[in-house]
């Protein structure tokens, strides 16, 4: 269109928004209801990408669409601006990486008001800035205050490329670091954690809070890597060394606790596994010969070579060796050997398995590998349903069963038996079925003390240490007697030295411990000579509670305003990739009920619904930073503007879904808005029009459409919304052309719902045509109209239902039934049965929708 100026009008509207402040939320006295609309804050690396396109547009549709309902939309925006490519950057490039951070901060924000997204921008945060990592500081104070932040000494994730250790959730299924794509190694360090465990249960049952709210997907996600597991931990006692020590002492005997999700089949343990790395096997090897001391230092080498994604792979040939050690079972007084093999894990359950080969297919292949004895103890062939028989027992007091075929035997078919069915060979649990015996051999152990029922978990505690320098400094002094000191609280925050004159190159060890004049404090307690400590924390703690942080962004004296969180949080809809779904969101959830228990938040979990939005590919692959295509965000802005661009986004299908760049098309997205922009030029009315007159049918289109809106918005069916709001501009330019005209107050009442609607997803050509329709900025406040009742009900006209020429009764009907069924529903009407009578109908005429004429004889 010859006035739809894309270029200008965006320009004039991103000026007045910065001008009139429409979406700022600081008003104390503002007394509309509230939503917190949270998009996930984004990692300055260059500028914006395609993703970041996609994510805020859907994240701005919402703001827009509450707004448009009436309330006080907080929709703020910071950035997480720690972390390792702007030190990798710094490093490649000789630079400080604050210089490099700021720069593509101020980049991504000129991006983000060139496409209109209606931020707070009064609310702005960087983790990078020392107001901000101050609170870091201070929430790792807190949760070591707590004992829930501590150091321990163990095998970690390191990253060969990048050097520095790496969480759990941060190496991925192939054993490859995340960050870097370099194989992941283990190796053995001091590091700080912070105690997720002690939340794994409520981090698991809350979930069921989120059920519908959250995708499907990501709950089970979170519930997998939580991966609680219910059973027992049964003690055995070890027998002392034979190889006695030094002296010629044997070594006297100690307890090995295991963990076994079925202690139903404890009478079938024919051998115990150690994790070669773990600590008890070093202790049982201590005082062993010097042929198992080699042959197990040899064994360790080779396992510790093997990712944890390796050893867990069940198809691998099993290996292991005997460390001439020896168990009792605690329910057969039985003596078992122990193994070392590296399919047991040190950091899982307890480190060591109670080896049942029958039912469990690793110590099945195992035991055949080994030639390791292998019982049957759960006879699968039996059948389980009915009621149980009284068992006879024989000679040795084991119950003899019915049984009709034999048990199978697993070391000829190499296959474990798994399943339910009856207990043989176990002494008291004989004849009960699987569940029926966990209950009574964990009472049994119980009652022995030599047992428990007990819980394990996938999930590992948190490792925050990291060996590098673009992160929030640790608050901890090390005195030079060992002591850990917290820095006090008003000594926060410890910021980062400058990087003049260090080397930020990684090298296994944090570029801080060189910080000659960084490093070096003096001691709290006494002013002797301390160190502070090097490391800094991973970048998951900045974000994990971001989302309190931006309700007072500006407050130096708190990390967040507790009354503001009343207010606002928790986050009503988040918005960001499904790439987050176990880090972040886990962690944001950890974090969540840590404050809770710390009395700061009256809520448990963070963000009450969740919307993962699909990514956009070119040619079949996502576009990314990596792998960056010539389809740019600052070029598709350039060339087709922000709001062909953001509806081009919204319409290509359902926000969860990936679009295929190829598939959409932004020049249609503009010929649609300058369709759009051409209704309201060619309405002629003036804005004081009396409504509730002109075009009946446009109307009735105007109020479904106002009536169907919000339930599309609030499901986040953003395309099929719309696709309406495309169906409405097609009735209205079809009223002006060929019906009433541009002067009907239908077309006038119409084409204004039709802007406010559009102002969610193309809202500069809103504003403009809002303008042009004669009213004051701003359409984002405009409002949404309510649907007038009257013109929802479907229109009906009166049938006249004749007997013999005479009126009997009058139908309501639509107008489009047809003659079938209007004369089915003339024969159902309870006048003319009365008046038919049992005489017979000669003739029915109908003529749909108006009348029905029976005849009858007399
Ligand atoms: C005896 C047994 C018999 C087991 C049987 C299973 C089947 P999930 O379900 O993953 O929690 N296990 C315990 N600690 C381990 C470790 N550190 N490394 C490797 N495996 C370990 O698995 C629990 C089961 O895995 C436990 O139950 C134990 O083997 C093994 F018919 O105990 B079971």
């Known amino acids: 269109a010859p006035d739809y100026d894309v270029a200008a009008i965006h320009a004039k509207w991103q000026a007045k928004w910065d001008e009139l402040k429409p979406f700022a939320t600081s008003d104390p006295n503002d007394k509309r209801p509230r939503k917190y609309i949270l998009d996930m804050f984004p990692y300055p690396s260059g500028d914006l990408h395609m993703g970041h396109a996609e994510a805020y547009a859907f994240g701005d549709i919402a703001a827009r669409y509450w707004r448009q309902r009436g309330f006080n939309v907080l929709h703020p925006i910071g950035w997480d601006s720690f972390g390792l490519p702007a030190e990798n950057a710094a490093i490649e490039r000789g630079i400080d990486p604050r210089g490099w951070t700021y720069d593509n901060i101020e980049q991504q924000k000129k991006s983000m008001k060139l496409y209109g997204v209606s931020f707070d921008w009064d609310r702005v945060l960087h983790t990078s800035d020392p107001e901000y990592y101050k609170w870091n500081q201070w929430l790792f104070l807190k949760m070591y205050e707590k004992g829930l932040a501590y150091r321990k000494d163990s095998w970690v994730n390191w990253d060969p490329v990048d050097q520095t250790v ?32 002690d939340y794994a249960d409520r981090l698991l049952d809350d979930l069921n809070q989120l059920e519908g709210a959250w995708p499907s997907k990501v709950l089970s996600m979170q519930r997998n890597w939580i991966g609680r597991s219910i ?26 606790t295991v963990f076994t999700t079925r202690p139903d089949t404890l009478y079938g343990v024919t051998f115990m596994v150690v994790a070669p790395d773990g600590d008890l096997a070093a ?9 198992v001391k080699a042959s197990f230092a040899s064994y360790l080498k080779q396992t510790q070579k093997q990712t944890e994604i390796e050893r867990k792979d069940a198809s691998r040939t099993k290996t292991g060796i005997p460390l001439d050690r020896f168990a009792i079972n605690p329910v057969t007084g039985e003596r078992i050997p122990i193994w070392a093999a590296d399919y047991v894990l040190a ?23 080994f030639d390791l004895p292998v019982r049957v103890v759960l006879d699968t062939n039996a059948p389980i349903t009915g009621a149980i028989p009284v068992l006879e027992l024989d000679e040795n007091g084991m119950a003899i069963l019915p049984d009709d075929l034999p048990p199978l035997n697993p070391r000829e078919t190499g296959t474990s ?31 022995a003390g030599t047992g428990r029922a007990a819980k394990t978990y996938r999930l590992r505690d948190w490792l925050i240490s990291r060996q590098r ?3 929030t400094p640790i608050p901890i002094i090390h005195g030079s007697d060992g002591e850990l000191i917290p820095v006090p609280f008003d000594q926060l925050p410890v910021e980062l030295p400058s990087t003049e004159g260090l080397d930020l190159k990684p090298k296994g060890k944090s570029p801080l411990a060189a910080a000659e004049e960084w490093i070096n404090v003096t001691d709290p307690r006494d002013g002797s000579p301390a160190l502070r400590d090097a490391d800094t924390m991973d970048t998951f703690v900045d974000s994990s509670w971001y989302f309190l942080r931006f309700l007072s962004p500006n407050d130096p004296d708190k990390a967040f305003d507790q009354a503001e969180a009343e207010k606002w949080a928790p986050v009503d809809q988040y918005v960001g990739g499904v790439e987050h779904a176990i880090l972040h969101l886990l962690y944001s959830r950890f974090i969540t009920k840590v404050l809770f228990d710390l009395g700061y938040v009256s809520f448990t979990e963070p963000f009450s619904a969740l919307l993962n939005q699909g990514m956009v590919l070119s040619e079949g692959k996502k576009m990314s930073k990596r792998s960056r295509k010539a389809v740019t965000f600052s070029g598709e802005i350039a060339e087709h503007g922000a709001d062909a661009l953001r509806l081009t986004l919204a319409f290509a299908g359902p926000p969860e879904d990936n679009i295929n760049w190829e598939d959409v098309s932004p020049p249609a997205s503009h010929k649609f808005l300058a ?33 169907d809106g919000p339930g599309l918005a609030e499901s986040l069916k953003f395309n099929v919304l719309v696709a309406r709001i495309m169906d409405l501009v097609n009735t209205t330019r079809k009223v002006i052309d060929t019906g009433a005209g541009g002067e009907d107050a239908a077309v ?10 559009l102002s969610l997803f193309a809202p500069h050509t809103a504003e403009e045509m809002w303008e042009k329709l004669g009213y004051e900025p701003t359409v984002a406040l405009a409002g949404w109209r309510k649907a007038d009742p009257s013109l929802l009900v479907e229109e009906s006209v009166t049938a006249v239902v004749q007997v013999d020429g005479k009126v009997r009764d009058r139908l309501e009907v639509s107008p489009k039934i047809d003659a079938a069924d209007l004369e089915a529903l003339a024969m159902a009407s309870e006048a003319v049965k009365r008046t038919v009578g049992d005489r017979e109908i000669v003739k029915v005429i109908v003529r749909a929708p108006k009348l029905v004429n029976i005849a009858t004889r007399q």
């Open 675 to 707: 369709r759009a922009f051409r209704l309201v030029r060619d309405v002629t009315s003036a804005p004081e029009i009396e409504w509730k007159t002109g075009d009946v049918a446009l109307r009735r289109a105007t109020h479904r459409f106002l009536a």
């Open 748 to 757: 006038r009442e119409a084409a204004e719902v039709i802007t406010i609607a």
């Open 417 to 447: 038996l798994q399943g339910d069915g009856r207990m043989i060979n176990s002494g008291p649990l004989d004849g009960l079925s699987k569940s029926n015996a966990i209950k009574k051999i964990v009472e049994q152990l119980e009652a």
């Open 166 to 197: 790496l969480a759990n959730e941060q190496v991925l299924a192939d054993g490859t670091s995340e960050r870097s794509g370099a194989v992941v190694v283990k190796k053995k360090l001091t590091q700080w954690y912070l105690k997720i465990t």
């Open 469 to 471: 320098f673009w992160g």
């Open 347 to 369: 950091d899982y359950g307890h480190g060591a398995v109670m080896a049942v080969p029958a039912h469990d297919q690793r110590d099945l292949e195992f035991a055949i590998k």
């Open 231 to 256: 059973g027992a931990d049964v003690d055995f006692e070890i027998e002392g060394a034979e190889h006695g020590s030094a002296s010629g002492a044997t070594a006297p005997n100690r307890t090995v």
């Open 283 to 291: 202790e049982l090897v201590e005082n062993a010969s010097d042929d």
